[in-house]
């Protein structure tokens, strides 16, 4: 079953209306996802289908955008850790920002706006083909079929991407550290293994988790919503990767401050 969203009747009462359904689709699709794992019934088909194409529309942009990021935030770090002589921290700033922040929200960035628009995509086509209402007319679960499906492979894809980002960046930053600042490997690496924690890298992959199912449903649901032709599947398209990268955002400063509380700094306990 899928949630029809009445007419609009002013933009407040409307945001409201569609905020609430939309709560109502996560809350069912992660049931189903959930349901269909412990009975066995997740169709792996689609899961490994879906988990192949989101990968490869996925890894190389994230790799891409994390390189220059890296160097970005190596040439930052560099700048100012020379002026106040402490180049040889470069590691703990990078345990920080790479490891901490920047994978996650950059997989989750590429999720929302790669992986989560071609979700969108392929859903909204189905459904002004009208294959989705074909599809419950003849008893087929659409969230447990089609939502499910994806909400896993887009999960298990955010915990290799985030992997493989975290080591393109700190790869970068290490590189410029070296051949560009000219300074010494063995600083670089005391200092990031000193700053840096495990419970970072596990803190990231969550995020990068919470993040591509958080997308994926705002994906899902704005794609089985789509109305109005190919023009409406294109507004749909927006307006998915917009509100993720607003929720995005928004669940990332949640849990970086829950995190903070919960795992004390380096020095701090």
Do not use: W
Request: proline fraction near 3%; include cysteine.
């Amino acid at each position: 079953m899928t949630f029809e969203l009445p007419a609009a009747k002013g933009p407040v009462r409307d945001l409201a209306v569609e905020a609430g359904h939309t709560l109502g689709f996560a809350l069912q699709a992660i049931g189903a996802l959930v349901v269909a794992v412990l009975r066995f019934r997740l169709s792996l088909r689609e899961t490994l289908n879906q988990t192949v194409f989101i990968g490869r529309v996925s890894t190389g942009p994230s790799l891409l955008l994390m390189i220059p990021v890296g160097v970005f935030i190596a040439v930052s770090v560099g700048e100012l850790a020379g002026r106040i002589g402490a180049g040889g921290y470069s590691g703990a700033v990078v345990a920080f920002v790479i490891v901490g922040q920047a994978a996650a929200l950059v997989c989750a960035l590429m999720m929302a706006g790669v992986a989560g628009s071609a979700i969108c995509t392929d859903l909204g086509s189905r459904k002004i083909r009208e294959e989705i209402d074909a599809l419950e007319v003849m008893g087929v679960n659409v969230i447990e079929r089609l939502v499910a499906p994806r909400i896993a492979a887009a999960m298990i894809v955010s915990l290799v991407l985030c992997s493989l980002i975290t080591v393109v960046g700190v790869g970068a930053c290490y590189a410029y550290h070296l051949y560009v600042q000219h300074l010494p490997a063995g600083a670089f690496m005391a200092t990031f293994s000193q700053y840096g924690r495990t419970s970072d890298f596990v803190m990231a992959l969550v995020k990068a988790t919470m993040f591509a199912l958080l997308a994926t449903l705002v994906a899902c649901f704005k794609g089985l919503h789509a109305r109005g032709g190919p023009s409406g599947v294109a507004d749909a398209v927006n307006e998915a990767v917009v509100i993720a990268f607003a929720l995005v955002f928004i669940f990332n400063t949640v849990l970086s401050e829950l995190y903070s509380v919960m795992v004390p700094a380096v020095g701090a306990y």
